[in-house]
């Protein structure tokens, strides 16, 4: 079995380095050989598996390419029991955010709201779990100044899932690189299994919404589009105030790690 955590040739920081023809015409080779030698072929997200049937030689080969999903540990989430906090409306943003990552859009969204009143900075707090570039850090505190910002650069993993947990809205920026379609970060799993709503932003037609579109109040959206996200984080708010408090935590609901690997032991079972 030849596993695929990342695209080959086309992932997207080869094109950052100074490589000859040489280096990738050898790279293609390489590639090519491991996928037409492989029993079987595994990777993270159907469109990284589009890509790969793509390069199977043999058209009954094409078969032998299948994706799972990462998925989430459901042991994390099992004894975690949401604390919302009702005075607040709880933005969260867990993981790296680098200037690869831009939230303009989002920050613009927040900032209409607010002007025309249809949101109180003193009921909003966003918090920031994890490393955040300097400039979106900036960005927030000058466009934003009114609202509760605060940035935990460290946090054990079970206090983060704690925190996302009690969050009412959770928020991710996936990287805006070539590439960016295949993008499916390890944060949106554990997002999932909270069920909370999810505001994502990068690429519409990615595996990103392909995934998300399965969940109530959750999406992607194209950093463009900022009435969307305008009006996505309108509704959720909107929720928020009537006293929504979400679905809830599913801790071994679709994509929980224990049904992943049931769904990768059938693909070991069918190996010919």
């Known amino acids: 079995m030849a596993d695929f ?8 920081y080869n094109k950052l380095f100074f490589r000859t023809q040489w280096a990738d015409r050898k790279d293609q080779k390489l590639e090519s050989e491991v996928i037409n030698s492989a029993d079987s072929i595994l990777t993270i997200g159907p469109s990284m598996a589009e890509i790969l049937k793509e390069k199977v030689v043999a058209p009954s080969g094409k078969t032998k390419v299948n994706f799972v999903y990462n998925g989430y540990d459901a042991e ?3 004894n975690l029991k949401a604390k919302k906090v009702h005075d607040k409306f709880v933005i969260c943003h867990l993981g790296v955010l680098s200037d690869n990552q831009p939230i303009d859009s989002f920050v613009e969204a927040m900032k209409k709201l607010l002007e025309k009143s249809l949101m ?3 009921q909003i707090k966003i918090l920031l779990i994890g490393r955040i570039a300097p400039n979106i850090l900036n960005l927030i505190r000058s466009e934003l100044p009114q609202i509760e910002l605060v940035e935990e650069s ?3 993993h079970a206090q983060a899932m704690q925190e996302i947990v009690d969050s009412d809205l959770l928020f991710n920026s996936l990287a805006d690189v070539p590439g960016g379609k ?6 949106l799993m554990e997002y999932i299994a909270t069920g909370n709503p999810i505001l994502c932003l990068g690429e519409p037609t990615g595996d990103g919404q392909s995934l998300l579109s399965q969940f109530e109040n959750s999406k992607v959206f194209d950093r463009s589009d900022k009435d969307g996200i305008y009006n996505f984080i309108l509704r ?5 105030q009537s006293g929504d408090k979400g679905k809830g935590i599913d801790a071994d609901g679709l994509y ?3 049904r992943m690997t049931k769904k ?3 693909i070991l079972s069918n190996i010919q």
């Open 182 to 187: 295949y993008l499916i970060s390890g944060k």
């Open 120 to 122: 109180k900075a003193s």
């Open 154 to 156: 460290y946090m054990t």
């Open 256 to 258: 929980s790690r224990r």
């Open 76 to 78: 994390v989430f099992k």
């Open 236 to 240: 959720i708010h909107q929720l928020w």
């Open 264 to 266: 990768l032991a059938e």
């Open 5 to 12: 955590r990342d695209p080959w040739t086309e992932v997207f």
